[in-house]
């Protein structure tokens, strides 16, 4: 290979690696933009004084955290674990629900853009592995992270439906999650603000489900579905669950997620918009779906 074929390529790899940081970025810069038009076109229509047209700037301009993860992902090599397409489905219902409380099962490269795609919203991080939240919160202070533990192991996967259909503490009807130590897809033993907050949208993207010993993501989607069939504002709980390629999110995801509430298929990524019980007209004996 020729001297100057031989530069092209490296410079065209060098290229590939920074285009995912600079689409993010770009990605967070347009919805500051579009917000902010949007808002402030909706604002001259109700308001014409110059003082309320202030107050409106002010209002809307961008934040501390939309500044550091536009800064973060056009410096940085390291891309989310989603592609572009999958964090659009997320995008899309951000745009309309923000600010809303955000619950993301997972920390990670994407943190500080999940949480910058919901300004003035509440967006909480679940990790499971105590020493990452640490490294994570070293460089990034302004997210809110908990660390947390799991009951479960990938391997117990098959056991665990079982468990669930001869548990009456597991059962739609009756499934609760704190301190319900007899459903062992009930997550237990997690901070208040899991427990208290009402979610309207939640990210399944962890714990880790790659090897027998990890904890898998059977109690995170059991633990979902309940929360969303418990919702009692207005209103659907939007589901997003990541690495739906594996066996068993996509078994789990149809026994307690329902295939009849999926609503978005792209690449890895499932969309579901489940209603809360009350709204189904049924009290869910028959199972979640």
């Given amino acids: 290979m020729k001297r100057e074929e031989t530069t092209k390529n490296r410079h065209f790899l060098a290229d590939k690696r920074w285009f995912m940081p600079i689409t993010i970025a770009g990605f967070i810069a347009g919805a500051i933009l579009i917000s902010s038009f949007i808002k402030a076109a909706d604002y001259s229509i109700l308001c014409s004084l110059a003082k309320t047209r202030s107050i409106a700037v002010e209002e809307y301009s961008a934040s501390p955290v939309q500044l550091q993860a536009i800064i973060h992902y056009a410096t940085s090599s390291i891309v989310p674990q989603q592609n572009f397409k999958e964090i659009s489905v997320t995008f899309d219902v951000l745009k309309k629900r923000s600010p809303c409380n955000f619950l993301v099962f997972g920390l990670g490269y994407d943190s500080l853009m999940w949480t910058s795609l919901n300004p003035n919203g509440n967006t909480i991080f679940l990790e499971e592995d105590p020493k990452w939240v640490q490294s994570v919160l070293k460089d990034a202070p302004i997210l809110q992270a908990h660390a947390v533990k799991y009951r479960t192991e990938l391997k117990e996967a098959d056991d665990l439906l079982i468990h669930y259909r001869s548990e009456p503490s597991c059962y739609p009807s009756k499934a609760y999650l704190r301190g319900n130590e007899k459903c062992r897809l009930a997550l237990t033993g997690f901070p208040d603000e899991f427990y208290d ?19 898998g993501r059977m109690a995170a989607i059991f633990s979902a579905a309940v929360m969303a069939r418990n919702r009692k504002g207005s209103g659907v709980t939007h589901v997003f669950l990541h690495d739906v390629n594996r066996r068993v999110e996509k078994v789990f995801a149809e026994e307690f997620l329902c295939r009849k509430y999926l609503v978005k298929s792209e690449g890895r990524l499932w969309h579901f918009e489940i209603p809360p019980a009350s709204n189904t007209g049924s009290d869910g004996s028959a199972g979640f779906c």
């Fill in 197 to 215: 907050t009402e979610w309207d949208l939640i990210m399944i993207d962890a714990p880790r489900g790659y090897f027998p010993e990890a904890p």
